[in-house]
């Protein structure tokens, strides 16, 4: 049978986008499909909109600190409008640059939602397609809890394009998003209660990390309830929204805007998977359980020319990672050249403020796989940056050692550079590095870095 492509790919994110550029090197016929702006989720209302965020509420502190060091305090406010503006230029700017990487690539791109029709053909905004293979690359969604008053409610996607910054925010959920919107958007000048199901926020994280990124936030001034949830959401005066708690926390709250980040679903609707012989199967994000579609070590769904891709499968949600199942999928099934992704030692990004970072085991988990085997090597300092500010900072550093084998097994860090310095770590941890080769390390001086190989 001819088919129109090689490979058909729903979804321009960055798995798409990865998977189709790769797979066009190969000499592969490639088409994508996209019904939004080419970049996906990460580009458009997620790491990056986060992340530009995160920088522009850093000079709060570093405004702060520059007093310390001789500068006048400077007469600052923070212009949401403005920055809106520069932010969606930037999005606007990098959805280009990948169209025009597809068009470099010789990737057709059609705009249009995509719905399988059977395992080969696919329709497009009522335009059949058929493909020898089909990559599911449609990333996920925000989903809010089913709670009377729920569509006062917003989710970060939103929070991203508001016109105008809220004074008072609540967020739901205590899980590494919901703590890295807080603390944005309390350094950006905004009032924030975090209220969080569990006894603390960070359940799936180190205990030290969790502790001190809620010492952080104490500092900062976020109000964080534990133990609660929401009941009941109410409009009262004009945009004021009430919010009714359960729990051990107060029994009302009120607030401007409340942002739900208590779990994310693959966004397969419409997809018809039935239809395709591409099968689901139950997975938790947060706190919410979700269909999701089940795949195999080399990106395969239940259908055999059908494969799947990163948020949307039953795997880890992280851009990087769909990026190399992307990468390894079209290796695999193009390059000639079979790739298989390990899960281990992916590192994450736990809080923007205080910063923290994470790679490997817990110090629980950890437990759990040696029992007792086990030593974890820690310091809390305050780095010299702070030192003329007189900020009471503090950088906690941790190792998590089998003290059988003396390997590293788990890497955490919370305070001054701790994503960049963790991302790094990464490597070490990945190739069996021992305690003794951290000792051995020489670092340069005077850096936050350097204490990792100076841990007694």
């Not at 293979?133 to 809010?144: C, N």
């Not at 004009?238 to 926390?249: D, I, K, N, V």
């Not at 395969?300 to 020319?305: E, K, L, V, Y």
Request: proline letters at 4%; charged letters at 20%.
């Amino acid at each position: 049978m001819k088919f129109d492509y090689n490979l058909f790919v729903i979804g321009a994110g960055p798995g798409g986008l990865a998977a189709a550029e790769r797979a066009a090197g190969y000499g592969t016929r490639v088409a994508i499909a996209e019904q939004d702006l080419v970049g996906g989720t990460c580009v458009i209302r997620g790491c990056i909109p986060e992340k530009l965020m995160s920088y522009a509420a850093s000079f709060s502190e570093l405004y702060q600190e520059g007093i310390g060091y001789g500068w006048k305090p400077p007469q600052t406010s923070f212009d949401w409008h403005q920055f809106m503006v520069a932010k969606n230029e930037e999005i606007l700017r990098l959805s280009d640059l990948h169209k025009r990487a597809l068009e470099k690539a010789g990737v057709e791109l059609i705009k249009g939602r995509a719905t399988l029709i059977n395992p080969h053909t696919l329709d497009i905004e009522g335009c059949q397609i058929t493909a020898e293979k089909i990559l599911i690359a449609v990333g996920g969604e925000a989903v809010k809890p089913q709670i009377p008053g729920i569509e006062y409610a917003i989710t970060s996607r939103e929070l991203f394009d508001l016109e105008q910054q809220p004074k008072h925010v609540a967020i739901i959920g205590g899980n590494y998003i919901a703590v890295k919107l807080a603390g944005i958007m309390r350094m950006l000048g905004s009032f924030v209660t975090l209220i969080s199901l569990e006894d603390g926020i960070l359940s799936d994280f180190d205990a030290d990390i969790c502790r001190a990124v809620t010492e952080g936030m104490n500092r900062r001034g976020i109000q964080i309830i534990n133990n609660s949830a929401v009941k009941k959401i109410e409009q009262i005066h004009g945009e004021q929204l009430h919010l009714t708690l359960s729990g051990t926390s107060p029994d009302t709250l009120s607030v401007d805007t409340v942002v739900c980040v208590t779990g994310r679903a693959p966004n397969l609707s419409r997809l018809n998977l039935e239809a395709a012989g591409v099968k689901v199967s139950k997975s938790r994000n947060c706190y919410v359980e979700v269909d999701a579609i089940a795949v195999t070590n080399q990106n395969r769904t239940t259908q055999a020319n059908i494969f799947a891709i990163g948020d949307c499968t039953n795997r880890l949600t992280y851009t990087p990672v769909a990026i190399a199942q992307a990468r390894a999928f079209a290796d695999t099934q193009f390059g000639n050249q079979p790739q298989t992704i390990s899960y281990e030692c992916i590192p994450s990004v736990v809080s923007f403020f205080p910063e923290a970072a994470t790679v490997g085991l817990s110090e629980a988990k950890a437990r759990e796989k040696i029992g007792d085997f086990l030593r974890c090597d820690r310091s809390e300092f305050r780095p010299l940056f702070h030192s003329l500010a007189k900020r009471e900072e503090k950088v906690l550093i941790k190792l998590v050692v089998d003290s059988t084998t003396e390997r590293v097994l788990g890497i955490h860090m919370v305070g001054l550079g701790a994503i960049e310095i963790v991302q790094c770590l990464a490597l070490p941890l990945r190739m069996g590095a021992t305690k003794k080769d951290f000792d051995a390390t020489i670092g340069i001086h005077p850096s936050v870095a350097e204490e990792f190989f100076a841990l007694v």
